[in-house]
């Protein structure tokens, strides 16, 4: 039997509280490219939570890396360093500076210079060329590892995390798709690796941790790295580090590293306990990916896959997970979307959870208990009513929640219904807590216009929350039974048929995941969309690559840059939205994506109208609705 997840560990002589990490992420929370207070709350709430180790947000440790604009450079840092470490260590936390360079994988917008890399690789990504480092500018590289060390040993953390994960410069130099240099540190790929190893050490001393996060495989075995030369790597740096996280993915597969739900959260476990026999207990090894789970996460540690365990998108999700373990209390799940925390993007969102409109946002006060209850109806038990029927009542307010539907959930219950196991567990933790805070849930229950007015006549609040209403099709349908809502399908309402085309106008999750479960079914799936490539909405470095490889893989037919022209007995009609040319799909269904039509915004003293009822919303946009609303009140 293993050690349990709550337990201490001892590393570099330094003990932290449980053996749960908060990994390194990109936040958008910075003040220009250092840490600011948003960032200090942040880790600070997850350290009361529990967690063991904060890794914060990877920092580049040379100007002429500038991935994202709010990218924090760690010569800048110092002051964000110490402030964090002051509100962590009351908690016992140990707190790690992410650092790192990201090479090729970067971005020249900001710099306005050449990229660094060790050949002239292109970004697969971004297609840019990038220059290959000379000695000297890997001499620079390396002292400035070395420096920032200083910046971090000066502002009391506990040590440092290395970054030679799925984008990083580090790895580009270990791996044969990236590095085809002839010099020293092209035959001796992990020179590099081992000079800024020593560099750091000597900075920092044998009192503080230095942690590496390391790709152990690329998923490219024709050349990138593979477990059984990621083996070799770790089993000659394991003991000059103290802890050695595992993590997959690179040049052609960063998106593996925390993929959405449709990759089972185990996926990394067995290239985990791999690498633990390689290193023979040399050094403490950490699992990464997509562990969300606190049964998965003790399971790890119980079999001997890992010795800790990074938790990170579970902490976004609830940031009490340790507490919540310690207390037997079901943390708030993360559903493994990425839709809210992967924030990797050029528009700059903060990061955030779907689940938990808090997230992001720590500096915000937290709703407080209310001074004088009240009578508020909330109608409709999607994610948006469920979350305003919580947070009331959790205030203290008297809550009735109403559903016309003879179970709670909406839209999100429905995809739950179709086999997403992930939306189903939030909304059974929402109506959980709704029960536990005293809401008084009426299923199969419709509420009219009358009921409304006598509610608010008796001095309620009324929420509504009721969803959207049936969008009619943009396009002509003549035969209604070769048509059908992604809602219909998802929900099982109307069973699939043997040929069907999905109308992707949203370019986003729905679509998605209305192709995935038609797939799984044996469908033949044509997936259309007016856009130039498929799922445009996804992130790159998430779902939007891996949606295609799966539809590539599943044999499904892509038709972009084109709208439906009609729906008729012989099937579905596509046409070119430039050339006008048709397409016809013959005997096909055709499932539409489209969002629903919104019912408007209430205008009644009293009355607030939320969710899919106010506009086409996410699921996180719903629940920050009900949030705020309840909030308000």
Do not use: K
Not at 42 to 62: D, F, K, L, N, Q
Not at 332 to 347: E, I, M, S
Not at 462 to 472: E, F, K, M, Y
Request: aromatic letters at 4%.
């Amino acid at each position: 039997m293993g050690p349990a997840l709550t337990e201490p560990i001892t590393l570099a002589g330094r003990t932290a509280p449980s053996r749960v990490i908060f990994g390194p992420h990109v936040t958008n929370l910075g003040d220009g490219r250092s840490f600011s207070d948003r960032h200090v709350a942040y880790y600070a709430r997850r350290a009361r939570g529990g967690c063991g180790i904060v890794v914060t947000e990877t920092a580049s440790v040379h100007p002429s890396d500038h991935p994202y604009e709010r990218a924090p450079l760690a010569e800048r840092c110092g002051d964000g360093y110490r402030r964090i470490v002051e509100a962590c260590r009351p908690h016992g936390t140990l707190v790690l500076a992410g650092l790192g360079h990201r090479g090729l994988q970067g971005s020249s917008a900001w710099t306005r210079a050449p990229l660094w890399a060790p050949s002239r690789v292109p970004d697969p990504v971004t297609r840019e060329l990038p220059a290959e480092a000379t000695e000297r500018e890997i001499a620079e590289l390396v002292e400035s590892f070395a420096r920032v060390a200083v910046v971090a040993v000066d502002s009391d953390l506990d040590g440092v995390e290395l970054d030679a994960g799925p984008t990083s410069l580090l790895r580009q130099f270990l791996s044969g798709l990236t590095n085809h240099r002839d010099d020293t540190y092209g035959t001796d790929r992990v020179r590099l690796l081992r000079e800024v190893i020593a560099a750091v050490r000597t900075r920092i001393g044998a009192d503080r941790i230095l942690a590496l996060r390391l790709s152990c495989d690329e998923n490219a075995p024709w050349a990138g790295i593979t477990p059984d030369i990621a083996a070799g790597y770790v089993r000659a740096i394991a003991p000059s580090i103290d802890l050695l996280t595992v993590v997959r993915g690179g040049l052609f597969s960063p998106e593996s590293y925390r993929p959405a739900a449709h990759i089972s959260a185990g996926f990394n476990d067995e290239l985990c306990h791999r690498i633990r026999e390689a290193v023979a207990g040399s050094v403490p090894i950490a699992l990464q990916g997509s562990v969300a789970d606190l049964g998965h996460a003790q399971r790890a540690l119980s079999d001997g896959t890992c010795d800790l365990v990074e938790m990170t998108r579970a902490q976004i999700a609830d940031p009490g997970l340790v507490v919540a373990a310690r207390r037997g209390r079901r943390p708030r799940p993360c559903v493994r979307c990425n839709q809210a925390c992967l924030v990797d993007d050029f528009h700059n969102p903060i990061v955030g959870c779907i689940a938990n409109p808090e997230a992001g946002a720590e500096t915000r006060d937290s709703p407080r208990p209310v001074t004088s209850a009240r009578d508020v109806l909330v109608v409709g038990a999607g994610p948006a009513g469920l979350e305003a029927a919580r947070v009331a009542a959790t205030r203290g307010h008297r809550v009735v929640l109403v559903e016309a539907d003879e179970r709670v959930g909406g839209t999100i219950a429905a995809v739950s219904r179709g086999g997403r196991p992930d939306f189903a567990a939030l909304v059974e933790w929402l109506e959980q807590q709704c029960l536990e805070s005293g809401v008084d849930i009426r299923t199969g229950t419709e509420v009219s216009a009358a009921d409304i007015e006598s509610a608010l006549a008796a001095g309620a609040e009324v929420v509504q929350a009721t969803g959207g209403l049936p969008r009619p099709p943009s396009f002509q349908v003549t035969a209604p039974e070769r048509y059908a809502t992604a809602a219909e399908v998802l929900s099982g309402i109307r069973p699939p048929a043997s040929r069907m085309v999905v109308w992707d106008p949203m370019g986003g999750p729905v679509a998605r995941t209305v192709v995935d479960r038609l797939v799984e079914r044996g469908v033949e799936v044509h997936y259309a969309t007016g856009d130039p490539v498929a799922g445009s909405r996804l992130a790159p470095m998430g779902d939007l690559v891996a949606f295609d490889v799966r539809m590539q893989r599943a044999g499904v037919a892509r038709h972009l840059g084109c709208r439906i022209g009609s729906v008729d007995a012989d099937g579905v009609v596509l046409v070119d939205r430039v050339s006008g040319e048709t397409a016809p799909v013959a005997d096909a269904v055709l499932v539409d994506c489209a969002p629903l039509l919104p019912h408007g915004v209430s205008e009644q003293s009293g009355s607030w109208s939320i969710g899919d009822r106010a506009a086409p919303r996410t699921v996180r946009e719903a629940v920050r609705e009900g949030y705020r609303v309840a909030t308000a009140l």
